[in-house]
């Protein structure tokens, strides 16, 4: 197993791709701390994750939190191996109809708390130590009324390499995985509440070549890589994992020639 006796932080591992790869890690022989903001989805991701797993309930905007975070790892693992810094947030920020607050609600959440999680998740790690930064497609879709998210999604890509830069004398690798549209909550959320995963993979399923939306296990499978020693060579990169929505566009099923 690919992660034994090996210790991994993942920032909102109580849903979605971060459960997906908080679960995966466990099977592969970690140990695995997680944070969410819900007691009561933390405690549910806790049941199904087993006696491998700890949890932690923290606002990731509170940089004091994250210090709680950091001291608990210290005093139940040691030390880490890896950090998915997967958390963020999206919402909608049209031009003309977004306040302050609301745009870097978003901003604060997506750009500030990751560094802040890396931040404080460094005097743990040691050479040899992986952190995966959770990045999205959006960065260059340039979406209508995403201004705030497509903004944080670019900025945690730039802040991948300027940590990679920062980090490689320690041999701390560093890289992000980009995903796309995915199967997760987010979709029935916000400005989405009252639809379904469904609706969303029926309206979006067209523009990608694969034809369907990702599963988060999908995305979890790139984040192992990234954090194991199977990417040792690895740092300053991105994978990819949006069915060709970005790479081979024209590849979508409503763009195929008929056959």
């Given amino acids: 197993m690919r992660f034994q006796n090996k210790t991994v932080l993942v920032t909102g591992g109580n849903s979605g791709i971060g459960f997906?790869?908080?679960?995966?890690?466990?099977?592969?022989?970690?140990r695995v701390a997680i944070t969410g903001r819900d007691p009561g989805k933390l405690d549910h991701a806790l049941?199904?994750?087993?006696?491998?797993?700890?949890?932690?309930?923290?606002?990731l905007n509170d940089a004091d939190a994250?210090?709680?975070?950091?001291?608990?790892?210290?005093?139940?693992?040691?030390?880490?191996?890896?950090?998915?810094?997967?958390?963020?947030?999206?919402?909608?920020?049209?031009?003309?109809?977004?306040?302050?607050?609301?745009?870097e609600t978003i901003t604060r959440t997506n750009i500030t708390a990751v560094f802040l999680t890396v931040q404080a998740a460094l005097p743990l790690m040691h050479e040899g130590s992986a952190i995966v930064l959770n990045g999205s497609?959006?960065?260059?879709?340039?979406m209508a009324g995403t201004a705030a998210y497509s903004a944080s999604k670019g900025a945690v890509t730039a802040m991948a390499k300027v940590f990679a830069s920062?980090?490689?004398?320690?041999?701390?690798?560093?890289?992000?995985?980009i995903p796309g549209a995915t199967r997760t909550a987010i979709w029935t959320r916000g400005a989405r509440a009252g639809k379904t995963i469904d609706d969303a993979e029926n309206a979006f399923a067209p523009r990608i070549p694969i034809g369907r939306l990702a599963d988060p296990e999908e995305t979890a499978r790139a984040v192992l890589?990234?954090?194991?020693?199977?990417?040792?060579?690895?740092t300053a990169a991105?994978?990819?994992?949006?069915?060709?929505?970005?790479?081979?566009p024209s590849g979508a099923p409503m763009l195929r020639a008929p056959r």
Avoid: W, Y
């Fill in 66 to 103: 994250l210090e709680r975070v950091a001291q608990k790892i210290k005093d139940e693992f040691g030390s880490l191996d890896a950090v998915f810094a997967n958390a963020g947030i999206s919402g909608p920020t049209p031009l003309g109809g977004t306040t302050a607050q609301a745009f």
């Fill in 47 to 59: 049941t199904e994750l087993g006696p491998n797993a700890i949890g932690m309930v923290a606002d």
């Fill in 225 to 234: 890589f990234l954090a194991s020693d199977d990417s040792a060579g690895i």
């Fill in 166 to 177: 920062e980090l490689a004398p320690r041999g701390i690798r560093v890289n992000t995985v």
């Fill in 20 to 30: 997906a790869t908080a679960k995966l890690l466990i099977e592969q022989g970690a």
């Fill in 238 to 248: 991105e994978i990819v994992v949006d069915g060709g929505l970005t790479g081979a």
């Fill in 137 to 142: 497609v959006m960065r260059g879709e340039g």
